[in-house]
């Protein structure tokens, strides 16, 4: 597969994007048995697409597969269901792109297609109604069904404790320039990838969004 500009895209494998997304993460102390497992659950959850016509097909894995990972385990260390972080990466994926994005260092946060620079905005406060719904859900049931709340993107430079109050009651805050900067980090040590691989790869994250 290739961009706009016929660079071809980075395409890695599962045992290399477990690997890189370990180290963005910061979970070197967790054991790579069960990480993969998570990943995998995640994936039969529907975390992941395939294009339509490869379902068969193996999963690879670019920036824009990381990220959805990425923000799914930070959800997940919020003490998130993992079914409900599914969800949230998946049904409100256009909310948090742009914080995903923002959480990028402002170089490669930039739109290289406009020279625009992005929004900043890497702090995410996810509304906790679907988390206080949850015990209305009987312990076998394997997806919760009921609504999401919403998500908030901010810089954070602002106070939060006065941004979540105005906003909402209860709720998760991430911030995701805690892995962002380091999951393009990581793809840049990879001795096969260039910069110009990058660079399509952030603007392939940026325009996923519906």
Known sequence: MATQDDTPAILLDFSEALRVLMSALGMEGVTRSAFQSRVRQLQRMGLLSREEGRTYERFSYGLLELARMAIAFRMMSAFML??????????????????????????DARNRWSGDSARHTPVLAIEGVA????????????????????????????????????????????????????????????????????????????????
């Open 131 to 210: 988390l206080s719904r949850l015990g209305q859900k009987a312990a076998s049931d394997s997806r919760y069904d009921g609504p999401l709340g919403r998500v908030i993107a901010h810089s954070g430079e602002t106070d939060l404790i006065g941004v979540l109050t105005t906003t909402m009651t209860e709720g998760v805050v991430i911030d995701t320039r805690s892995f962002m900067s380091r999951l393009v980090g990581e793809l840049r040590r990879l001795d096969y990838v260039s910069e110009a691989q990058v660079a399509n790869e952030v603007d392939r994250l940026r325009f996923s969004a519906p």
């Open 82 to 107: 993992p079914s409900v972080a599914v969800r949230y990466a998946t049904e409100r994926w256009a909310e948090i792109v742009p914080s995903l994005i923002g959480g990028l260092d402002e170089a």
